[in-house]
């Protein structure tokens, strides 16, 4: 285990090492940003000043280096918005972010673990059409197009719950259905298929010759081998949820990263937006590690291979 641990922490360095070089390259690649900071009837001398004040006369990799060793500890610059350090900015939006982002994980589960299981021991029968109706359509749905239903409905017509804000247990509804209604659909198909191949196994058919009850089979034997592409697939949308984030924040008034990143790119604020690019990149990886450990502990013919 601490091999296939060992393994994965290297990628991880190599992924986060990629991330840091994105990061980097905005500020490059978006033009030179001492002429968004100063005003155009600025003098030659002002802007070489600038430039030098900011390090930008320097050669590319020196810049690299000095972004990269301010960036391990902590230290993405100031914003050139708010004055503040960016990192501090960033930090204060991500706990909102990241229970958004729980809440609708939480969401898609609930949805998707009961529907597709039922589907699977109700293979062909109006039980599945109707599951498989309703994840076509729940995949159809924009997000945007659902969060502005939603508002309609429950804030305006029924006025059972606040259309934007955060704080209560009320505001996570609306924001975590949205964000769960888009990563629903593509796990109950895969609960669906996953039970569906694993009912099929000897194991099973052992498991009934044994007389153990029809549950205890599908929870028990059935179940836990159908959800390790489950889990698998869950990580790797954990980035989908993220960027879901980015339209349900801004439908929703919600205080998180995503909605700050969305604002310091129309603000041309790139300390702020490296450093949030950064982090959620990371956490994205972090996540994706600790899927990859899990998947490995529940069947260990992954770990040997």
């Known amino acids: 285990m601490r091999r296939y641990i060992a393994r994965q922490l290297v990628q991880l360095v190599v992924v986060v090492f990629g991330i840091s070089l994105l990061a980097f390259a905005i500020l490059h690649v978006l ?4 002429l968004l900071l100063l005003p155009q009837n600025a003098g030659k001398e002002e802007f070489e000043r600038y430039r030098h004040l900011l390090g930008l006369d320097r ?25 503040t350090p960016a990192f501090s900015l ?35 029968s109006w039980v599945d059409s109707l599951c498989t109706a309703v994840a076509v359509a729940g995949q159809a749905a924009p997000i945007f197009w659902l969060g502005i239903m939603l508002i309609i409905v429950f804030s305006v017509r029924l006025r059972l719950l606040p259309a934007s804000g955060y704080g209560t247990w ?17 796990t109950m198909r895969l609960v669906r298929s996953g039970v569906i191949e694993v009912m099929n196994m000897e194991f099973i058919k052992t498991a009934r010759a044994k007389g153990l009850a029809e549950g205890r ?18 990580g790797l949308q954990f980035g989908q949820l993220l960027g879901g984030a980015i339209i349900t924040e801004t439908i929703f008034a919600w205080p998180g990263v995503a909605t700050l990143t ?12 490296q450093c949030a690019v950064v982090l959620l990149a990371l956490l994205i990886v972090m996540v994706n590690l600790f899927v990859d450990v899990v998947v490995g502990l529940i069947d260990p013919r992954i770990r040997a291979s």
């Open 262 to 273: 969305v604002e310091s790119i129309r603000n041309q604020d790139f300390p702020v937006v």
């Open 170 to 186: 009320q505001n996570f509804l609306m924001p975590a259905f949205c964000l769960g209604a888009a990563l629903a659909p593509i």
């Open 59 to 83: 050669p590319i990799y020196v810049q690299y280096w000095k972004f990269v060793s301010r960036a391990v500890l902590g230290d993405f610059g100031k914003s050139w918005y708010a004055d």
């Open 31 to 34: 033009g030179d940003p001492v």
């Open 217 to 234: 089979v599908v929870v028990k034997h059935a179940f836990r081998n159908a959800c390790i592409p489950v889990i698998t697939v869950l």
């Open 90 to 124: 960033v930090l204060e939006r991500m706990p909102p972010t990241i229970y958004l982002t729980l809440s609708g994980l939480v969401v898609a589960l609930v949805i998707a673990l009961p529907l597709g299981t039922v589907a699977a021991l109700r293979r062909h």
